[in-house]
């Protein structure tokens, strides 16, 4: 009898990542007879998604079972799987993270998985993630959580050091790396392999070769990279020329963890743009559904994204290896801590995620990670144990924050504005 699984997709009603997950489950056949379980705070956004997640099936022929509701604890229970893309009212507390810090002196580039914004965004989240894994552990103890949420290395770290539930980050920074050196290289993105290793946002390609070949490529970027475009990945290439190495997956990102990373670009995320495009998805939506409009083809192709695979291989014992996952480290990086979140290859069976070590990084990029280790272990104590005192020692220790005046007047500013959502999560 084929396996079927019940998956419960949080935080379904968000348009850019509820779509992509989308395009993944519905792309082969081989979830059919599995229940997708989509769950929403908003009732109405809700009822969209699903209504396209139905359409999208039936195009497909991929033959799941799709449900919707705003009860999580009734839709987790007998989970196989959890996936979570949730934000707390994302938009308008990611901009006071940006700003906040500014209007006090520090510079920084976007505020989301580093520096003081990255310290807020991990106190407001872990409450809500651990509402998720209590609920997870009485109702489906022996599911996996597939996390896509930010900041991603802190929310997997607490979830190492705190439960016991079964659990994998995943993010498509790797793939962003390949594309770079592919576009540098000017070679097609499929003839590429990568291998990295490191933190979320923060990784080393250790190695980059010809997928048919094994070609070693790294000669050839080298030579590619002295005469390209010049204003191009300008701050990741002059990380790339000190230490001989690229690091994912993008300028805004990679400077998040750096205390020059402002040299990467101080206009943070572009809220404007994000906003435009959930007005023009919503759009195309409502066309779709209502019949005025054909189904965008790139619609019903896959992402990229590994959920959906990860998902599969696990169900079917397919053995899948998967190109990054982050992880509770163990000795997986030698060279960083054994309690640290990282991302590295995984592979996936009906036996769980077995993370793949490529052994230590080299010394020196070991060392520029090991920067942000500190903080993140920190910043998961501050928010699990609600604890201002640890937030400010947190921001006192985090290699972005240049002035404790600062520092103390960031604190008590953002920590006012996130009293709704900081608590205790054990």
Avoid at 102 to 109: L, V
Avoid at 223 to 237: C, G, K, L, M, Y
Avoid at 324 to 338: D, K, M, Q, T
Avoid at 361 to 383: F, G, Y
Wanted: some cysteine; proline content about 5%.
């Amino acid at each position: 009898m084929t396996n079927t699984t019940k998956i419960v997709f949080l935080g379904a009603s968000s348009a850019s990542f509820g779509l992509s997950m989308f395009r993944d489950l519905f792309a082969s056949p081989v979830l059919a007879g599995s229940t997708l379980t989509l769950v929403g705070r908003n009732p109405e956004t809700l009822g969209r998604m699903t209504e396209l997640a139905k359409l999208m099936n039936a195009r497909s022929g991929a033959g799941l079972i799709i449900e919707q509701t705003t009860d999580r604890r009734a839709a987790l229970d007998g989970a196989g799987f959890v996936i979570n893309a949730t934000a707390i009212d994302r938009n308008r507390l990611w901009k006071q993270d940006f700003e906040v810090p500014k209007k006090h002196g520090i510079r920084h580039t976007l505020g989301e998985n580093g520096g003081p914004g990255g310290l807020f965004f991990t106190l407001r989240t872990l409450p809500l993630v651990f509402d998720f894994i209590r609920d997870i552990e009485e109702l489906c103890p022996t599911a996996l959580f597939l996390n896509y949420s930010n900041p991603e290395s802190r929310i997997i770290l607490a979830l190492g050091r705190y439960t016991k539930v079964r659990h994998i980050g995943l993010c498509h920074g790797i793939f962003m790396g390949r594309d770079a050196v592919a576009y540098i290289m000017q070679m097609p993105r499929e003839e590429i392999e990568v291998w990295g290793a490191g933190l979320n946002h923060f990784q080393c390609l250790t190695e980059i070769r010809h997928r048919d070949t094994g070609e070693d490529l790294y000669p050839r970027f080298r030579a590619a990279e002295q005469s390209f475009d010049p204003d191009a990945w300008r701050f990741t290439r002059r990380l790339y020329r000190a230490f001989g190495y690229w690091l994912t997956c993008s300028d805004d990102h990679l400077g998040e963890y750096l205390p020059y990373g402002w040299e990467a670009g101080e206009k943070g995320y572009d809220f404007d743009q994000d906003e435009r495009w959930r007005g023009e998805f919503l759009t195309q939506l409502n066309g779709v559904l209502g019949g005025t409009m054909p189904i965008p083809q790139w619609w019903t192709e896959p992402s990229g994204e590994r959920g959906a695979a990860v998902i599969a291989a696990m169900l079917h014992n397919q053995k899948r290896f998967i190109e990054s996952g982050i992880v509770i480290n163990r000795g997986v990086i030698p060279n960083l801590p054994a309690e640290l979140a990282v991302e590295v290859p995984v592979t996936v069976d009906a036996a769980g995620v077995h993370p793949v070590s490529l052994g230590p990084l080299p010394d020196p990029i070991a060392k520029l990670m090991l920067m942000q280790a500190s903080v993140q272990q920190l910043a998961v104590e501050a928010a699990v144990h609600a604890s201002k005192e640890l937030a400010l020692q947190a921001l006192l220790i985090d290699p972005v924050v240049n002035s404790a005046v600062a520092a103390e007047k960031i604190l008590d500013e953002l920590w006012e504005i996130n009293r709704p959502y900081i608590r205790k999560c054990v």
